[in-house]
């Protein structure tokens, strides 16, 4: 079974840091682009970064640059996202998800894991 | 950034009836255009990818069209499952960006 399993979300206080996990299981995690993408409380979708199947180059949103650091180890099928300078507006739940083509840039994300809860408080 | 608008915001219909959701594009997206679906407490769904591509395991009933900056997303026979909340992506250029969001509900 393809599954993505997201881990390390918690509560911390304004300009905290964390580091959420993603591991990989049933693909060859080393051949996509992975990506996180989040939801604030009733709010929609929003994209926040992307990283290349080799862990080579990393794209991110820009209200992100510059706090956030994605990053890969594909010897251990798993992505990371170090989360820096936090701020309740990082409030949301965060998706890992997977790219659905193994030879593209940009992609649509054909496998998501089942989220983890970042709050951001106070 | 590409800005994608979402219409309705709340589409109201029955079972068995047709759904037609719009996505429009800020600037042209090519055909580099998908659709998810998320009902609550859960993950998003990919349905369709690159305009009309229907992803793995998804019903016949859903259909994707457009290109450029105009996109529509149809469901014909609404089943009881399809009563959820259905977002566009592009992945044209950086950032990617989804719209707001579109609520199907049962009326």
């Known amino acids: 079974d393809v599954q993505l399993l997201e881990s390390g979300g918690g509560l911390l206080q304004p300009g905290g840091s964390l580091r959420l996990s993603c591991a990989a299981s049933?693909?060859?995690?080393?051949?996509?682009?992975m990506s996180w993408v989040r939801q604030a409380p009733g709010k929609g979708l929003e994209w926040v970064s992307t990283?290349?199947?080799?862990?080579?180059?990393?794209y991110y949103a820009d209200s992100m640059k510059g706090r956030f650091t994605l990053s890969r180890d594909n010897s251990k099928n798993t992505l990371y996202l170090q989360m820096n300078s936090l701020r309740a507006e990082d409030t949301a739940v965060y998706y890992c998800a997977k790219d659905i083509s193994d030879s593209r840039t940009r992609d649509a994300f054909d496998i998501w894991g089942q989220g983890t809860m970042v709050t951001v408080s106070a | 950034e590409i800005v994608l608008t979402q219409s309705p915001a709340t589409l109201s219909l029955s079972p068995g009836e047709r759904a037609t959701l719009s996505c429009r594009a800020s600037?042209?997206?090519?055909?580099?255009l998908a659709w998810y679906q998320q009902k609550p407490g859960q993950a998003p769904r990919l349905l369709i990818y690159?305009?009309?591509n229907r992803a793995t395991g998804i019903p016949a009933r859903f259909s994707g069209s457009g290109s450029g900056t105009d996109f529509t997303l149809t469901i014909s026979g609404l089943e009881p499952e399809d009563f959820a909340v259905y977002y566009c992506?592009?992945?044209?250029?950086?950032?990617?960006?989804f719209g707001q969001g579109t609520r199907l509900e049962i009326k």
């Open positions: 690159d305009t009309s």
């Open positions: 992506q592009h992945r044209s250029d950086w950032p990617i960006t």
């Open positions: 990283i290349s199947y080799s862990g080579g180059t990393t």
């Open positions: 600037q042209s997206v090519s055909s580099f």
């Open positions: 049933g693909f060859i995690f080393s051949n996509y682009g």
